[in-house]
């Protein structure tokens, strides 16, 4: 009778703990429907079948490493003996399984750039040709080109009406990784080009922690302003999630200049991770951001131990949770996941409006 007891006052004491924690989603849910293009994937590559890619000895022996190999499920072994390629494969195999996503752009990464004008392979933590980008995309119908250029090299416009010329739907930066001081007025000859071949650029905003020793202040929002008064549409990823500069947190910048320019936009990409939790309802609700969100997912974070449905468990009803929990597909999850938490179908739909411009 007394174990009955107990075990009955803990169960009310649990019902009557989530009762007081649930906080519910952050807007209505929304159907969602298929047709989404995922404006924001990664990937990489060890230089295996002569794909040009590289990363980092620092990076390679670094734990994170062994993650992201998992997250596209495939070894290093595997790479060797089967080439890079490998890699956009399965990307391709995964999101060709999902029920709501048709397009994934696949985003070339370049390098730090030294004084002489040439990728600077010592300073370079990771590096994806925009050859081998646009490679994967041409033998996947579902998977889309995403260029990358550094700005500072010598040969920058050039490289840029390739990358146009070979089905690029975007550019692709973080500058804290390869040294780009987006507010530089040397920048304005390659701003004035992708603004006139219709680039967009995806380029992170905010803190960054994926690569040790990344120049955060290369990611303040405020850097913006000069590609934005150039007319070129930027899309400063994940809110600018994190981070503080001049006293003021990260988002808090960026929405500041959302409402100076109408080209300025921003993903939804690794907001529910949980070293971000919060930032999600920060997007949705906050006045500066409405129809200013796109939808991206982060990957290969996505499918990794960061994201979980189960860290929504006082944010979303069990029924509603099951839902996200139940999807059997990765980009199904963070769809899922997203709509149920309140993400508007608008939003997952403005990704591939502004690609296609």
């Known amino acids: 009778m007394r174990k009955t007891m107990i075990i009955s006052g803990t169960l009310i004491l649990l019902l009557a703990g989530y009762i007081l924690l649930f906080t519910g989603p952050y807007r209505p849910a929304e159907a969602v429907s298929p047709g989404i293009t995922d404006m924001h994937c990664h990937v990489a590559g060890i230089g295996a079948g002569g794909s040009g890619c590289f990363v980092s000895a620092e990076l390679r022996e670094n734990w994170r490493f062994g993650i992201y190999l998992k997250s596209f499920g495939v070894s290093e072994k595997e790479l060797s003996e089967k080439g890079d390629m490998l890699l956009p494969d399965r990307v391709s195999e995964m999101a060709g399984k999902s029920r709501f996503v048709s397009k994934v752009v696949l985003l070339a990464l370049d390098g730090v750039v030294g004084a002489d004008g040439e990728l600077d392979a010592a300073r370079t933590k990771i590096y994806v040709p925009n050859e081998f980008a646009a490679a994967a995309a041409a033998r996947h119908a579902n998977l889309l080109f995403g260029a990358s250029v550094n700005p500072y090299r010598k040969d920058a416009l050039k490289r840029l ?3 146009k010329d070979h089905g690029a739907v975007l550019v692709k930066w973080i500058p804290s990784i390869m040294d780009i001081d987006p507010s530089d007025a040397k920048l304005v000859p390659f701003y004035k080009k992708l603004a006139a071949l219709r680039l967009p650029l995806l380029t992170h905003a905010g803190q960054e922690r994926a690569f040790p020793g990344s120049r955060d202040e290369f990611c303040d929002p405020a850097k913006l302003d000069l590609p934005l008064s150039l007319g070129v549409t930027v899309i400063a990823a994940h809110i600018g999630a994190k981070g503080r500069y001049g006293g003021e947190r990260s988002s808090d910048r ?17 907001l529910t991770q949980v070293n971000k939790f919060g930032y999600l309802k920060e997007a949705l609700t906050r006045p500066e951001f409405s129809g200013r969100l796109v939808y991206g997912s982060d990957f290969p974070y996505l499918n990794t131990v960061l994201v979980s449905p189960w860290y929504y468990s006082l944010t979303l009803k069990p029924w509603r949770l099951l839902k996200a929990i139940r999807a059997e597909n990765v980009w199904d999850k963070d769809v899922l996941l997203k709509q149920e938490l309140g993400t508007p179908p608008e939003i997952f739909k403005r990704s591939g409006e502004i690609i296609g411009r």
């Open 161 to 163: 009406v390739w990358a």
């Open 254 to 270: 960026l929405a500041r200049l959302m409402l100076k320019y109408p080209n300025l936009y921003s993903d939804i990409s690794s």
